[in-house]
DNA sequence: CGCGACGTTGATTTGCCTCAACGATTGTGG
DNA sequence: CCACAATCGTTGAGGCAAATCAACGTCGCG
């Protein structure tokens, strides 16, 4: 329930007064494995804090393959980020992978938010940059690296999803095909 | 000069005092094309807004071989965002591509200004939710696309660049090796 | 003028995809 | 609580997009 207030504890200092705000003007929604928050051409009027469980985002190509954008994991927040800031019809899926529990603000909310506390704006440009590195450095992989070392880098990054979720789902966010994937795990085994 | 003024007055509004305090505290740079202005392993402790001329951000990966970042146009703001938050040793090389003119804001000048203007965070903030859509859109299009798609989506973003810079700066943002870009651009011009 | 950066073209290789078939596991309705 | 379907992972054969390596032409600039 306050995992968020810790979260935002770690770049802004707020008052009892301003936590209370922020809280009454979100919501805390339960979704089971495989519920859909959000679908192509949807307008994205919320974001999510991920209390537990897991969600991810992707697309869906012209070919009908799964491209992985986002996991979120607990502590995370997750949005078709063009669609909330532009509402315009976005091109993302959200989706929960495991029972999920998130925290719910919605795009009204935040701008009214923005006004009543702006040391938010700040909390948010810090999530935001943050956000930013970490996706140029996944273009940067890959567009550097084989799809072994982007496994690599990915077991670095997320050792807890490792074996908590479908495989086809780590294949599909570092970008090969589930069947390469399974090979080329095999492949390092064999290797030790 | 005032390119920045009117830039930033697309999305909040500053009082006379305050533009003036925000120019005071920023360098107006004039370099040479291929002046490096900063490599890796340097800490980036200035940002740069491109007046005009061309600036690019790139690595060199462990086969030393060149993947562009970013290319600033005029209008647009360049710096190694990883090191530049942080202040730890950065991997990104900042080059000018032509004869540019930068306007440089020092991180410290930064801070100072988010202090005494608090309405720039939400300037900084807008600004780099943008340039994170952007770059989400890059990586969807890079695992989705061929290279023959993503130098079509290239050639709508970046109309001004497509003769006025080398083809090897274009084969480097969209993924390709020169010789095989080459080869693409002959064959699109022999399908007319 | 001469050198270095750039672009082109060809031969060959390779990382990854596609398609297909087949176990294993899961979960769900009867 | 079992049966059966769906989902997932594995393995193999063959194909293709793009890389690699190498040679060569061109042009702009010092």
């Known amino acids: 329930m306050s995992l968020l207030l810790e979260n935002i504890a770690k770049h802004i200092t707020l008052t009892a007064e301003e936590e209370e705000l922020l809280l009454s003007k979100t919501e805390i929604r339960a979704y089971k494995a495989k519920t859909v928050l959000l679908k192509e051409n949807d307008i994205c009027k919320e974001s999510f804090f991920v209390l ?24 995370w927040w997750i949005a078709d980020m063009y ?28 701008e009214l ?4 506390i702006p040391k938010l704006e700040r909390y948010f440009r810090i999530l935001i940059e943050n956000s930013l590195v970490a996706n140029q450095q996944r273009l940067i992989d890959n567009m550097s ?37 399974s090979k080329m795990k095999s492949k390092l085994l064999r290797n030790q």
């Open 113 to 116: 938010l923005y006004h009543r």
């Open 52 to 75: 537990n469980g897991i969600v991810r985002s992707y697309t869906i190509d012209e070919n009908g393959v799964e491209h992985l954008v986002t996991f979120a994991c607990p502590n």
């Open 83 to 110: 669609s909330y800031i532009s509402q315009q019809r976005g091109h993302l899926f959200i989706e929960a992978l495991e029972d999920s529990e998130v925290l719910v603000l919605s795009k009204e909310n935040q």
């Open 145 to 181: 690296f084989t799809a072994e070392a982007r496994y690599d880098k990915f077991c670095v990054k997320y050792p807890e999803l490792i074996h908590n979720i479908p495989q086809k789902q780590i294949a599909s966010y570092i970008g090969v095909t589930p069947e390469f994937f």
